[in-house]
Nanobody
């Protein structure tokens, strides 16, 4: 059974950076695609980025292109989301998910989420 645990969320000011981590257990992170999603209050959950298990292919939503970078460390069995130039509209609970890269990405296991708040 795949288990995912996110960490690294917090409160930052606009323009600052955060790195989220997604630790996988029950499966090697290099055998499944991992995606990051977010859900802001009153809004639907939306896809942010995902990384393929096969060729390292990456996908980014338009609203984070050039600001966020997804990467994986197969030794540590972790996937990271480096978030730069954060904006107040990036405030949300961020979830990682294991799934099929697709496209579209098809999640089958979710983490519990980590809160990211961008505010001055």
């Amino acid at each position: 059974q795949v288990q995912l645990v996110e960490s690294g969320g917090g409160l930052v000011q606009p323009g600052e950076s955060l790195t989220l981590s997604c630790a996988a257990s029950g499966v090697s992170s290099d055998l499944v695609a991992i995606g990051w999603f977010r859900q802001a209050p009153g809004k639907k959950r939306e896809g942010v980025s995902c990384i393929s298990s096969l060729d390292g292919g990456r996908f980014y939503a338009d609203f984070v292109k050039g600001r966020f970078t997804i990467s994986r460390d197969n030794v540590k069995n972790k996937v990271y989301l480096q978030m730069n130039s954060l904006k107040p509209e990036d405030t949300a609970v961020y979830y990682c998910a294991a799934g099929d890269y697709g496209p579209p990405f098809g999640p089958f296991s979710w983490g519990q989420g980590t809160q990211v708040t961008v505010s001055s």
